[in-house]
């Protein structure tokens, strides 16, 4: 079975990512991209649905860190014999999808054992498997229909029963380099190449790249880690930013709210998009303006609010009936069907986001204005309907007070372009929609009697979306009504001093069972805070949610604070993203105190 979801780490080559567990499994890939079937789905079921393990034989202990401020992972085993070292990577910056590990002795001896199980198509898929010679080089070839994967290493471990196995003694000193790599079955590689090269090249790449990251930040490290797996989830050749590398990890185990995260939202890629800027990374904002202009290319009335990472439009949903779960948490999916839904406030996430690259760019690029006007032409039309919401609700659609304050946002940034960068467009009747939105708002989306905003227009309950309210600039952070609103969300969403996103039991999603803590919410609540003038619960809030992530510094979607586990997809870019937006609200206000 696979193990808890926060003894995982992430590797990558910024096309696609691996899960690598603490026993030296790596029990998830998907190849060549994110969204791409998997060979190794041990993940979401055992063994048999493939996966790549290397381990000492008997009793060990296991540590691990990222080397450096690199994706470059390295697990140290310890027994009672000696002491080895496993670095697992994927080289970047070549177009080519490569895992490489590298064994490495540091004392004694440590006798290993190593599993290579390749299983096509979500691990329903046995390849043929066979021994060849590429470049001079003895190799193993797994080919299943369009995917060919090709084993190399000193050692070719020995088949039995579809699976390769291996087992040997490593001594101080000794160094065993093993790589994985795809290619399409079609074109069969001349040269597999130099690995030491790649190796180096990829850390050395990553470290250039977080010496630019501001360090001006409590836990800065923290920080760094989070920008460092965002990039990691950026597409390098079409800028689509993933959600999550994973499908099904569950909000609850043994339930069945298990979604495929594996696509491109455009409201998290706007999100991601904002920190990056912040951080004062600027390249990754062209790479993902020029993306958004062609994944949202022609009418926008057939915008979608998420799309795969080349940008392509058809996610749809099925259930893997095969695969039985990450501790039988059914059904499996892939695809997501939320992609046909309402969301109204993607287009405000898109217009803040795109305002934030001409304020840090100092430039209105033509071919991004004229989508964002033809986006605008759309909303005006429709934002007076109801939705489905940030949560992408499978219930009944509302009137979200958090999809409404979002078309706010969206015309006051449309007016801000034409009032400060001068651009063009019907700014009189964006004012007007502007204000009419606001009022709105104010009234129908706020409870008088608790003093408080609502989840939406009909309903007295609260949502924890309602905490950017004052981040977006609709009201003040230290509102009397946006005072209301955290101490509502404090009384109804908090469980163990972490914040849920809405009371399940209201039936408001249409979905069966309950959900943890939503660690993206509980970092909201620390920009809340910050906003409203409590810097020092925000500071303590951020601090402990902070000492949260895993060992190496990453977080899944939800926290379970009863029983200290990680629940939901893993990492979650959403996470990541506002943990760093929480530490740039916390340096704000340190400043203005």
């Known amino acids: 079975m696979a193990l808890r979801i926060e003894d995982y780490a992430l590797i990558g080559d910024r096309r696609t990512a691996a899960l690598v567990g603490s026993n030296g499994s790596i029990d998830w890939l998907c190849l060549p991209r994110f969204d791409s079937p998997a060979c190794m789905a041990a993940l979401l079921g055992t063994e048999e649905h493939g996966h790549w393990q290397i381990e000492p034989e008997g009793d060990y202990e296991s540590s691990r860190r990222y080397l450096s401020s690199s994706s470059v992972l390295e697990t140290t085993f310890r027994t009672e014999t000696g002491m080895v070292t496993l670095t697992d990577l994927m080289p970047t910056g070549d177009g080519r999808a490569d895992l490489v590990r590298r064994i490495r002795g540091v004392e004694g001896t440590v006798r290993l054992c190593l599993q290579w199980r390749v ?63 795809w290619v399409p079955s079609h074109r069969r590689p001349d ?7 790649r190796i180096r090249q990829t850390i050395d790449k990553d470290e250039d790249w ?8 409590r836990h800065p490290e923290a920080v760094k880690r989070s920008l460092l797996t965002l990039r990691l989830m950026t597409h390098a050749a079409t800028g689509g930013i993933v959600a999550a590398p994973t499908t099904s990890l569950p909000e609850t185990f043994g339930g069945s709210r298990n979604w495929d995260y594996r696509y491109c939202w455009l409201r998290d890629a706007a999100l991601t998009l904002g920190s990056l800027l912040e951080a004062g990374y600027t390249d990754e904002a062209m790479l993902w303006r020029d993306w958004l202009l062609r994944a949202v290319a022609g009418d926008p009335h057939d915008l979608q609010v998420m799309y795969a990472v080349d940008g392509s439009r058809r996610l749809v949903e099925r259930e893997l009936e095969h695969l039985p779960g990450y501790e039988d948490s059914r059904p499996v999916r892939v695809g997501n069907g939320a992609v046909d839904q309402l969301q109204h406030d993607v287009i405000g996430e898109v217009m803040d986001a795109l305002e934030k690259v001409r304020e840090v760019m100092d430039e209105a690029d033509g071919n991004a204005w004229e989508l964002q006007k033809a986006l605008l032409s759309s909303l005006a039309e429709n934002w007076d309907e109801p939705d489905c919401g940030i949560w992408e609700m499978r219930g009944d659609l509302q009137h979200f007070t958090h999809s409404k304050a979002l078309v706010w946002v969206a015309f006051d940034r449309a007016v801000r372009a034409v009032e400060k960068h001068g651009l063009d467009g019907p700014v009189e009747e964006w004012r007007r929609l502007r204000d009419e939105v606001r009022e709105q708002v104010l009234t ?16 007295k309950e609260v949502d924890a979306s309602l905490l950017v309210l004052a981040s977006f600039g609709l009201v003040a952070g230290d509102d009397p009504r946006m005072l209301g609103t955290i101490r509502a969300i404090e009384e109804d969403l908090l469980r163990d001093g972490l914040v849920l996103r809405y009371r399940t039991h209201t039936g408001v999603d249409g979905l069966e069972g309950d959900e943890h803590p939503f660690l993206a ?66 340096a704000r206000h340190a400043a203005d105190t």
């Open 210 to 217: 977080a010496q630019l990251c501001r360090t001006d930040l």
């Open 444 to 459: 129908r989306g706020y409870d008088e009697e608790r003093g408080t905003f609502t989840q939406h227009y009909d309903t």
């Open 521 to 586: 919410c509980s970092f909201w609540l620390v920009e809340a805070y910050a906003e409203a003038g409590r810097v020092e619960d925000a500071t303590a809030l951020y601090d402990r949610l902070v000492g949260l992530a895993n060992d190496v510094g990453l977080y899944a979607e939800e926290y379970d604070p009863g029983t200290g586990r990680m629940v939901g997809n893993f990492p979650q870019a959403f996470s990541h993203l506002t943990l760093t937006q929480a530490a740039f609200a916390l």
């Open 119 to 181: 299983r096509m198509e979500y691990g329903e898929v046995t390849p043929w498997v066979r021994r060849e010679e590429i470049g001079g080089e003895q190799v193993i070839t797994a080919v299943a229909g369009p995917d060919l994967l090709v084993l190399r290493g000193p050692r070719m471990p020995e088949a039995r029963d579809h699976t390769h196995n291996d087992e040997f003694d490593v001594e101080a000193g000794e160094e065993l380099t093993y790589s994985m790599t």
């Open 191 to 197: 040269d597999l190449g130099d690995l030491d090269d």
